[in-house]
């Protein structure tokens, strides 16, 4: 069976004896820590970098105070589920104490910073999206190529001609007119759902994530019928990249990168011997015009698909249990004295779905005085910067009468979101027309939140919407 490009031994079979297999074989990840009476420095001494592939502490190359920077406290904190349940206090501290710091539990530079972060996304010659299979620790290298191969073809992460191309080629597609023209099918899909709801339910299945994922369904017409087993391949891929070190999560997203690969390589052939109004159709008519292969679209088709409605359904998530917690801000919004566009850009701010990006450093450089050799992994902090005090005024307050709201939440730059209109439609119909029906909705319980490192949403939202 042909496998995208796969070599034999990662087939379907092959991955699930390893997912049978996995969990007894992993092997532990982080630091041992260090105990010092300052939760965030020790005294100077022997602190340094261990190289990835030899773990051998190597001199630190900067030494900027008299305290050093705990570095190992900071990792064991970093690679806790617990933490990151709440990881904004963490996230503030090392923006003030250390704000570009290599992390030896994962082998990458972490920049923390707006002015640090926005510099790393803009600068495209000296830090490549084209990161390869080093979003991955060492150890998984070999697994995760088949991965990194198809992830390779995605314009999220490419540079220079090939991402020019394909970002003209979603504008193509993506242009604000098409967008628009969607806010009645984001309407009637909440409509229905909310006539639907019970008193009690459970928000992000019964509705945040059910209109985002009925909308790209629309948007690149695939069968409804699809929608679940699409979803639940969306979902593994997404962990696999999003987890660090869990193997198990990585071969999950191995079996459903081939499966999502398989299925969309079907689709954009059947849309191209039957053309449809939808936004794969446009594509396949453009390729010629682009001179993108196949597989380059069906990159696309995933892309498009994941993205599409993994970011909407945690933000609607998000901003309800955040609006659930201001009742006041609800009543202003409601009676029309706060904008819901003001609304969701805080939403996507305080509660940013895409927590972080990777980056390669394609030369020797520094950022804020720290020196990158070239090759390092570089790991962009987007909602450690949207919360920085040097930007945003009192960050850890929700406020969304704050102006100006310049967040990186949908990216910066070339690298920006091409379909950030149409996910702030989606986001804005979800909430405004949740809270219009139902101003008096609570969250039953403080919500758990899915432990990755780059991607953060809500695991369930029980609620009483009346």
Not at 10 to 35: C, I, K, M, T
Request: proline share 6%; with cysteine.
């Amino acid at each position: 069976m042909k496998t995208f490009g796969m070599p034999a031994t990662y087939g379907p079979e092959f991955l699930s004896a390893r997912l049978r297999g996995s969990d007894s074989e992993r092997q532990p990840h982080g630091n041992s820590g260090s105990s010092t009476s300052c939760p965030f420095h020790s005294e100077p001494g022997a602190v340094g970098r261990k190289d990835a592939a030899t773990s051998v502490e190597t001199p630190s190359r900067e030494l900027p105070s008299k305290h050093v920077f705990d570095g190992d406290m900071f990792d064991a904190r970093l690679m806790d589920p617990e933490t990151l349940q709440r990881p904004y206090a963490l996230y503030s501290n090392l923006g003030k104490c250390k704000p570009v710091f290599w992390s030896n539990a994962m082998s990458r530079w972490l920049v923390t910073t707006h002015e640090h972060v926005r510099e790393v996304l803009r600068d495209t010659d000296r830090f490549s999206s084209q990161v390869g299979v080093q979003m991955f620790p060492r150890e998984h290298w070999l697994m995760m190529r088949p991965v990194t191969n198809e992830l390779a073809k995605m314009m999220i992460f490419s540079d220079g001609e090939s991402h020019r191309g394909l970002r003209c080629m979603m504008r193509h597609v993506f242009d604000a007119n098409a967008m628009k023209s969607l806010s009645p099918l984001i309407q009637q899909t909440a409509d229905r759902l909310l006539r639907q709801l019970p008193q009690r339910t459970e928000l992000l299945s019964s509705y945040s994530e059910t209109i985002p994922v009925a909308v790209i369904a629309h948007v690149l017409g695939l069968p409804e019928r699809d929608m679940p087993k699409l979803h639940k391949m969306a979902t593994q891929w997404v962990n696999a990249t999003a987890v660090y070190g869990n193997r198990t999560a990585m071969l999950r997203g191995l079996k459903s990168m081939w499966g999502l690969h398989k299925y969309f390589s079907r689709h954009n052939a059947n849309k191209r011997k039957k053309p449809g109004n939808d936004l794969i159709s446009r594509l396949v008519g453009l390729q010629s015009e682009y001179g993108f292969s196949d597989d380059v679209l069906v990159a696309q088709a995933i892309l498009l698909f994941v993205t599409g409605h993994e970011t909407v359904q945690s933000t609607i998530a998000s901003g309800c249990y955040l609006l659930s917690k201001h009742p006041q801000i609800v009543q202003q919004a409601v009676s029309g004295n706060i904008s819901w566009k003001s609304i969701v850009e805080e939403v996507l701010r305080f509660e940013s779905p895409a927590q972080a990006t990777m980056r390669i450093a394609t030369q020797d450089s520094d950022i804020a005085g720290v020196s990158i050799r070239k090759g390092d992994g570089v790991v962009a902090g987007l909602a450690a910067a949207n919360r920085d005090p040097k930007v945003f005024e009192r960050p850890d307050e929700f406020n969304p009468q704050r102006k100006p709201n310049r967040h990186l939440a949908f990216g910066f730059s070339t690298h920006a979101c091409p379909a950030a209109l149409l996910g702030r439609e989606e986001i804005r119909l979800g909430l405004s027309m949740l809270f219009q029906r139902y101003p008096n909705l609570k969250v039953d319980c403080t919500p758990r939140w899915t432990t990755r490192h780059n991607f953060r949403t809500v695991v369930e939202l029980p609620v009483t919407l009346w």
